[in-house]
């Protein structure tokens, strides 16, 4: 069986050449694009990141492709709909990074809530001085989470560790871990009205194209934080 890897690191190349034994493997560190995958079209087995698109285009060049692996949770970069059509199977990963990217969610916070960014860059031009510079506590403060799926739930934990009271949005609302991690769930409109700080973490999908438009950026309080660490495109 012939398989591919995109995206592909050198540390990536030995544990799959290892892993993979008596199958035809190739490793490389570019993206997939229609340039990068014509030496390629006899693929079964694709595998890519984030940064390659497996659209119908592409899709079309391998004659022999039966199975996607993305190696992330986040799948938008693949064409499912031509995918099923193709009678492809596409996987990813469900479990991957989230206190990664959660721990990465509340770095932003903090660095916005005391100002640390703006120090930083005083401080690259030998400004020491502390005016402006003042921040707030998060301690009382409330967090809206839009999304409350595995990286959701990893910062509604550490939200509650710094004490701050939980407003969750989500299409398929979790009652039963919203009562042991006691945050409640609300209407996005309610959510966005009343919120200090916004964070999301949602797929990016048909339905959260935009999802933060500018109707719901004007229903947000003045000087709230908006934290995105899903996909830009919501």
Not at 119 to 143: A, H, M, N, P, V
Not at 182 to 210: C, F, G, M, N
């Amino acid at each position: 069986m012939e398989i591919t890897f995109f995206e592909c690191k050198d540390y990536e190349k030995k544990k799959y050449c290892a892993e993979l034994k008596g199958h035809t493997i190739n490793c490389i560190s570019s993206i997939l694009n229609a340039q990068t995958l014509k030496d390629y079209r006899d693929s079964e087995v694709v595998s890519v990141f984030i940064r390659s698109k497996l659209d119908k285009d592409n899709l079309a060049q391998f004659e022999k492709l039966s199975l996607i692996v993305t190696r992330s949770t986040g799948f938008d970069h693949i064409d499912l709909e031509e995918c099923r059509k193709r009678k492809i199977v596409v996987t990813n990963v469900p479990f991957y990074g989230e206190n990664t990217v959660a721990e990465h969610a509340f770095a932003l916070i903090l660095s916005l809530s005391r100002n640390i960014h703006k120090s930083y860059i005083r401080t690259l031009r030998d400004d020491f001085t502390i005016e402006d510079l003042q921040g707030f506590d998060l301690k009382g403060k409330t967090l809206g989470v839009i999304g409350t799926g595995h990286i959701g739930s990893h910062v509604i934990k550490m939200a509650k560790g710094f004490g701050m009271k939980v407003l969750a949005y989500d299409k398929y609302p979790d009652t039963f871990q919203a009562d042991i991690l006691h945050y409640q769930y609300v209407s996005l409109e309610e959510l966005l009205r009343e919120s200090d700080i916004v964070t999301i973490h949602t797929a990016l999908t048909p339905e959260t194209h935009h999802f933060i438009n500018e109707k719901r950026l004007r229903q947000m309080k003045k000087g709230a934080i908006l934290i995105n660490t899903a996909r830009g495109d919501i």
